[in-house]
């Protein structure tokens, strides 16, 4: 049982590895892309997560009693990474700037809903 407990264990700290690896500062800052005097590095929003767990095996019987047979325990576990662009980050010789590419969808949502708070005026003094 020991055993079976360090295999498992060497196997979470592979696990929490690879995530160091993939979730990183790369996965977060793209490669830089430089031309005509610019650089420009693409940035994304990343968020992971995961979780895991051990116990008795203990499967139930009809009536729902534990059944206590000799079987080993129970693990399991799950994550998810989840990425999405975010800007990116503009430098030249003279600043540098930071470009969201939600910009537009803010603007829109802003316009949206005053065209609606400016029609649902105008109706109540109708």
Known sequence: MAEKMAENEEWFRHLAHLFREAVGVRAVFGEPVSAHGRT?????RIAFGGGGGT???GARSVAGAADKSSRPGAYGGG???VAAPVGFLEI???CTRFVRF???KRLLAALAAGFGLALLLTRRRS
């Open 40 to 44: 420009v590095i693409p940035v994304a």
């Open 55 to 57: 116990g008795p095996s």
């Open 79 to 81: 994550g998810g990474v």
């Open 92 to 94: 030249d010789g003279e």
């Open 102 to 104: 939600d910009e537009g």
